[in-house]
């Protein structure tokens, strides 16, 4: 792994990214932007104990990479954020409502099985149509960020362990299921597949999947996200690709070589690993289209996903795909680079913050006019079209994958309806 020193000694202070930075667009605070955040690791590295100020700007940032982006200096600021977080993990114990809530949170996000048994209860209360936002209001913002947020009551679909390809098979591939994406947008892994599938692909769903890791390392949680790391490797070492339609874990999977580069039983393999991990937008651009495209009479605004674009460098890709269907209009936002508030957890952890940019974030996705938002991280649906409802306004929301399914099924953009 780099030096944590030379990191930080790679950053000039010149302000390239401050433009980008949601929080300091929000406030215009120095401590808020990334060179503020690099000077106050800088102080901790030359043995500033942690305060809590300091680690309250860390928590702060979402963690969106924008500035990386931006850095002519090329700070890797991901990894400089990342290990900052994991020694506040270690360094410095929160007090014990955040430790309890960061304990519950992490408890049911990253294990699919336990998020299926709050489906019930979940589905239960949406349709007693109970409003309990003002009295988790009182109780805690966190609790009534997750009520806002709770994702809308979708069929649970069983996927089978593999798909096989439609006509000459091209490729064989494995798919990440992920977690929040599996038990709660079903119907995204099923578009998945099946346009694997129409494009020539067998595709492998193993069973024994589980979490990639993504929240944990993007929370500090450094050793629980090495731990999720080595089992996904273990279930994808039988498959050369291995596919992710979701921008959060996606950018995870392409840094575990990182995440794991200081254990010399699993540096290579996690290397390699991270060198055959795909997003769904980039292997199928790689692939080339095959299967005919039906029209699609649908005007589109597309969301940049921040682990999309900013982590992985992938903004052309899934623009393309979208622009072969016949019929649809693709409608830009204002402002792509700027992050939607969602960032993993931040939007539960820092719900003021992540509600002043979802807000900023639906009025620029409201402006387009766009039949249907299209976007290709789960957190990132839920956060945009909570915060239009907050503006009155309603719009179906969609993955890539599940605009090309109906366009290469032919079965019309009515299967696109809102998701409420």
């Known amino acids: 792994?780099?030096?944590?020193?030379?990191?930080?000694?790679?950053?000039?202070?010149?302000?390239?990214?401050?433009?980008?930075?949601?929080?300091?667009?929000?406030?215009?605070?120095?401590?808020?932007?990334?060179?503020?955040?690099?000077?106050?690791?800088?102080?901790?590295?030359?043995?500033?104990?942690?305060?809590?100020?300091?680690i309250e700007h860390f928590d702060r940032c979402l963690g969106c990479m924008a500035c990386v982006t931006a850095c002519p200096s090329g700070v890797k600021y991901d990894r400089l954020i990342e290990v900052t977080r994991a020694k506040v993990e270690d360094e410095r114990p929160r007090g014990r409502t955040d430790r309890l809530l960061r304990e519950a949170i992490f408890a049911f996000f990253p294990y699919p099985k336990r998020l299926r048994l709050l489906r019930g209860p979940l589905r239960a209360y949406q349709a007693s149509k109970i409003n309990m936002?003002?009295?988790?209001?009182?109780?805690?913002?966190?609790l009534a960020a997750m009520e806002r947020l709770a994702p809308p009551r979708a069929s649970h679909v069983r996927l089978p362990e593999r798909?096989?390809?439609?006509?000459?098979?091209?490729?064989?591939?494995?798919?990440?299921?992920?977690?929040?994406?599996?038990?709660?947008?079903?119907g995204v892994n099923a578009a998945t597949a099946r346009v694997l599938a129409m494009e020539g692909c067998d595709v492998v769903i193993s069973k024994d999947q589980g979490c990639c890791g993504a929240l944990s390392l993007h929370s500090g949680r450094a050793a629980e996200a090495r731990a999720f790391a080595k089992k996904t490797i273990e279930t994808f070492a039988d498959v050369d690709v291995v596919v992710v339609?979701?921008?959060?874990?996606?950018?995870?999977?392409?840094?575990?070589?990182?995440?794991?580069?200081?254990?010399?039983?699993?540096?290579?393999r996690a290397r390699e690993f991270s060198a055959k991990t795909r997003d769904l937008t980039e292997y199928l651009a790689e692939l080339g289209p095959r299967a005919t495209r039906h029209p699609l009479e649908i005007t589109v605004a597309y969301h940049d996903a921040c682990h999309l674009a900013h982590a992985q460098g992938i903004r052309v890709q899934p623009r393309a795909l979208l622009a072969g269907i016949p019929g649809l209009e693709i409608r830009e936002i204002a402002d792509p680079e700027i992050c939607c508030g969602s960032a993993g957890v931040y939007n539960l952890l820092q719900p003021e913050a992540a509600g002043e940019l979802?807000?900023?974030?639906?009025?620029?996705?409201?402006?387009?006019?766009?039949?249907?938002?299209?976007?290709?991280?789960?957190?990132?649906?839920?956060?945009?079209?909570?915060a239009l409802r907050r503006r009155g306004e309603e719009i179906a929301v969609a993955h890539t994958a599940e605009v090309l399914?109906?366009?290469?099924?032919?079965?019309?953009?009515?299967?696109l309806s809102p998701r409420r």
């Open 405 to 415: 399914d109906a366009s290469i099924r032919g079965i019309g953009k009515e299967q």
């Open 133 to 142: 936002a003002p009295l988790l209001n009182r109780i805690s913002p966190t």
């Open 1 to 54: 792994m780099e030096d944590f020193r030379e990191l930080l000694d790679d950053c000039v202070h010149c302000g390239f990214c401050l433009p980008t930075c949601p929080t300091y667009q929000l406030w215009g605070e120095e401590m808020d932007s990334p060179r503020g955040r690099i000077h106050l690791m800088s102080q901790h590295e030359q043995g500033e104990p942690l305060s809590g100020p300091m």
């Open 358 to 386: 979802g807000d900023r974030k639906a009025a620029s996705v409201s402006a387009t006019g766009a039949d249907l938002l299209v976007a290709a991280n789960p957190g990132c649906s839920l956060q945009i079209a909570t």
């Open 245 to 268: 339609n979701a921008a959060g874990c996606g950018s995870a999977m392409k840094d575990y070589g990182d995440v794991l580069a200081d254990e010399p039983e699993w540096a290579e």
């Open 163 to 186: 798909v096989a390809a439609r006509g000459e098979r091209r490729a064989v591939v494995g798919m990440l299921t992920g977690c929040v994406q599996r038990e709660f947008f079903p």
